[in-house]
């Protein structure tokens, strides 16, 4: 005989939900009085089965300024049920902590279709909201690391064209001349492909990353390759229904009209620098370079505009200019000197025993040096340059060099010399280039730090290298030029480090600590001084 189970009543009902895994809650009325809540529910909302009876906003009232209760009380009043993910505070283990849950609503109604109750049920999915925020933040993280990387490897092969005679800058100007015949013939080559096979351009302008624009014979822009939104960050619908002339430096807009307009007039192509600001509001300049189209018939049919940043370009040649500035500057002030001095001892030639001869003979002797020295840099960049830099290595106690080092300064009474460290330690290396370097190091401390009254040597072995510090108690250096200290022509305004010379002498340093094995460094605090420092291997 088989035995019929009971139906489940009520009770039974509620007993079976409360076992669930997943928390589920119900709710009646209005006010949303909770029915019934499992362990699940209550553990989500940090509370116990006494709230069961009450209404939902006097049980829980740390959900009342977020927008569940309105949630609830639409599908209540509506019986449309709500699902989604959302984020939630609530009280756990006595402090209310965020986290996020993919709920549904479900309003239950009667045979009339009216709703009595909401079947709420919900599951933590935190871990999962925020994992999918790690990964974002990763790849964005790792997307600005590649820009980076890309924009410093431009920046070392920007550097490495920069020449210093104006037959190499000639060299570079054909260059350039030559890249841009090549960009241009490109472009011209993908709008004959545009002719043949429209889908097969804009796959060849969207991969190309040079921003490209088509115009028809109205002005009226009619493709944007992608590259216009990546560096607007305008999409591009956007653009080609706007334009893109608001982007144009204000300086520039009218200049860059008036070009567009002669040319457009005479169906000519045309040529022309700006300014166009990018999607961080920085503004770059861009060489803009447009070529007519024509119809089969001859007749004009707009154009294709080609735009490519030449900030880097437009920098060197900036860097170029301040650098022969600099360097004419740097030069005349000896030569003035030393004209003066020889004018003064052509007057007393005749009488030598003149008090002013030494004294004459003497600043003569200083600006030649001045101008040698000027030279020295000069071909030493030259030669770094070429590799025609050759090592002559030699043992010798680096103590004793320090202190050949030090004495012109010590001498001249302006600073206090102090060397400490490992005294007795010997290295192997170029004595005359580890010499120019310290020499750099100490003439720098003295001439930007006057005050310091105390240039500190040390010397220590660190990790199986021998590591030199220079330091001083003088203004010091901000942390935004640091980096650049040691890069060829760099020079930082009077409120930080160098206010004069070439900019040559650390690079220089650098250079012949490299070529060594060593590393090369600064350390400095505003108002707290400096300390330049070099590594070198002991053998």
Known sequence: MINTLPSLNNEMLLHVLSLSKDATA?????DLTIEFANNAMLEFWGKDSSIIGQSLIDAVPELQDQPFFAYLQGVFETGISKVGISAAETLRNGMLQTRYYEYEYKAVKNAAGVTYCILHTAADVTNNVLGQEAIERSREQEEALNRETSL???LAAANEQLVSTNDELQQIQQQLNELNAELEKRVLGRTRELQESESRFRAMAEGSGIMIAVEDDASQITFLSKAWADFTGQDQATLAANGWTDFIHPDDKQKYRELYLAAFNKCEPFTGELRLRGVNDHYYWILSKGNPLFRPDGSFAGYIITCVDITEQKELEQRKDDFISIASHELKTPLTSLKASLQLMDKIKHNPTN???????????????????????????RRLQQGEMQLNKTYFILSQLLNACANPIAITG????????????????????????VTNFINNAAKYAPDCGLISMHIEQVDGVVKVSVSDTGPGIPKSKIQHLFDRYYRVDASGFQVSGLGLGLYISAEIIKRHGGEIGADSEL?????????????
């Open 26 to 30: 119900i709710y009646s009325g209005n």
């Open 527 to 539: 108002g707290q001084g400096s300390t330049f420092w070099f590594t070198l291997p002991i053998e």
């Open 152 to 154: 410093n490897e431009e």
């Open 355 to 381: 008090a002013m001869m030494p004294k004459l003979i003497m600043q003569s002797r200083k600006s030649i040096q001045r101008v040698s020295a000027l030279v020295d840099d000069l071909l030493n960049v």
């Open 414 to 437: 302006s600073h206090r010399i102090s060397i400490t460290g490992d005294l007795e330690l010997e290295i192997l290396a170029d004595e005359h280039r580890i010499d120019q370097v």
